[in-house]
């Protein structure tokens, strides 16, 4: 399968669990034994100073808030994240790669840091980012996850006037059974 198929497929399967086609998440048989863990929820990002067409050094504020989880071990109903960071960007490029660590803060008061990788596709005037990974540290350590987030993408005259300040859009987190 050629790379450009593999992210299709990803964006498929993600784009399948945030819109609802996937099945439900089943109840761990046993007690002792973790399900896979489903999150729904919004991400929202801030641009300073705003996006334009001409890349520039650009502070990005990215938080994330999971407002409904089911599955695991039941006891994660709700988590987040926020990150900062600073990119060289312009509205040309926000398609581009990224490898990072993530710090996943559940309402049980412990959290999951995970590597991940992501990129974006420009889909029906969407940027929509599958990011996948695995919990090195922390709840539910060694499983995978994929974290799908599409936003708005950027309009032409946004760009070119004062420049793309934000975009909110849904996300849904899929943390694999252990």
Not at 53 to 67: K, M, Q
Not at 83 to 109: D, I, M, P, Q
Not at 118 to 136: E, R
Request: net charge positive; with cysteine.
């Amino acid at each position: 399968m050629t790379v450009g198929g593999k992210r299709l497929r990803a964006v498929a399967l993600a784009a399948a669990v945030l819109f609802g086609a996937a099945a439900p998440v089943p109840a761990a048989a046993h007690p002792r034994e973790s399900g896979p863990l489903q999150c729904q929820g919004t991400e929202s990002i801030s641009y300073h100073p705003g996006l334009t067409l001409r890349p520039r050094h650009i502070h990005v504020t990215v938080d994330g808030r999971f407002a409904s989880c089911v599955g695991g071990d039941g006891a994660v109903k709700s988590g987040g994240y926020h990150e900062e960071f600073t990119l060289f960007t312009g509205c040309n490029n926000l398609l581009e790669g990224f490898r990072t660590r993530r710090k996943y803060t559940w309402n049980t008061g412990d959290s999951s840091t995970a590597d991940i990788t992501g990129s974006s596709t420009a889909v029906a005037g969407q940027v929509v980012t599958p990011v996948t990974g695995t919990v090195t540290h922390g709840r539910f350590h060694g499983r995978n996850l994929l974290q799908l987030i599409p936003v708005p993408q950027p309009g032409a005259l946004q760009c070119l006037s004062g420049g793309v300040t934000g975009a909110t859009g849904p996300t849904v987190l899929v943390i694999s059974a252990a």
